[in-house]
Structure formats: structure tokens, C-alpha cells
């Protein structure tokens, strides 16, 4: 099954598979070490939604809305 990052709930793990656009907001989200491949494990939101926090690579990352939908993920 396929979705994007902001999908996730707590606790659920889930594979990059792509990160979609070829803006400099691309760019940084793979320089953050969103690439395919890597896998992720959803932390939680903040209390009114936005960011969300995630684990990657060992450590934790805060995303926007509207940069976790860009991120296409496989749940695992």
C-alpha cells in the first residue's frame, strides 16, 4: 500500500519510496535523508497537527504538512 508521510499514525513504520517534485524543496527533503529507501517510523504530531515528527536515520525530524505530502511512502 502506498500513501504519503502525513498519513502515518503514531508508532507506524513505513519505507520511502519517492519524493515527488524537482524544486529546491525536493532538494532539502532529501538532504534531510528522506530518500528512497530509508526507513522511517512516525513519532506524532503536534497538538494542533502540524509539524509531524518522524525517525530517520537515528534521528528525529520535524516536517510541515505540507512538505510530509510530497514524501510517497510504502507502509512495512
Known amino acids: 500500500m502506498t500513501a504519503t508521510l502525513e498519513s502515518l499514525q503514531t ?3 513505513a519505507r520511502v519510496q519517492d519524493v515527488q517534485g524537482d524544486d529546491s524543496l525536493a532538494l532539502r527533503i ?3 535523508g528522506l ?3 530509508a526507513e522511517i517510523e512516525f513519532i506524532g504530531r503536534a ?3 502540524d509539524p509531524l515528527e518522524i ?4 534521528y528525529h525530524l520535524s516536517l510541515r504538512k505540507a512538505e ?3 514524501v510517497v511512502i510504502e507502509m512495512i
Do not use: K, S
Request: hydrophobic share 35%; net charge positive; glycine share 22%.
Open 55 to 58: 525517525r530517520v536515520a537515528g
Open 11 to 13: 508508532g507506524q513504520h
Open 30 to 32: 532529501m538532504e534531510m
Open 47 to 49: 497538538p494542533l497537527g
Open 68 to 70: 510530509a505530502h510530497r
Open 35 to 37: 530518500l528512497p529507501g
